[in-house]
């Protein structure tokens, strides 16, 4: 199978995601509708950009045969079941938590064995979460399993 093939499939599947999610977040009330259309477009634009470069790939027949090693699907799987278990998690223990944990963590398995660098990306990914949805659209974000603790 050629790489350019499965490249132009992602591409058209996320692009119909994107347009689907975009649908979706027009029903949401205006000020929260604004950042979810506005990521999901942008998104939606890369994805076309991607979708076009395969098929320009294709229509010159220089797109190389797809090779799966077996370290790059672990890989995958990795951050694919990750992701999964933190939208699983995030909301019971708190999104800035989550990320607090999910970032070293994640990298870790992934063969990145700085942990001092592991836990600053971890501390600004924590911050960002807070800072876009507290400071930048005045939103709460679900209170810290920590927080409840105390």
Known sequence: MRQASVEFGAASLG?????????????????????????????????????VKAIVSLRRDSAGV?????????????LV???????????????ATSF???????????GYLRWKVLFLTGAVF??????????LLGRPLPTEFFMRLI
Do not use: C, D
């Open 66 to 78: 797809l090779q799966f090693r077996k370290a790059e699907i672990r890989r995958s799987a990795l």
């Open 81 to 95: 079941t990750a992701t999964i278990v933190l939208i699983g998690v995030a909301p019971k223990l708190g999104f």
């Open 15 to 51: 692009v119909i995601l994107s347009v689907l999610g975009i649908l979706h977040a027009m029903n949401f009330p205006r000020e929260s509708a604004y950042l979810p259309t506005a990521v999901l477009s942008l998104l939606m634009l890369l994805l076309i950009a991607w979708a």
């Open 100 to 110: 607090l944990f999910f970032v070293p963590i994640t990298g870790y398995l992934l």
């Open 126 to 135: 924590a911050s960002l979460i807070y800072l876009v949805f507290m400071v």
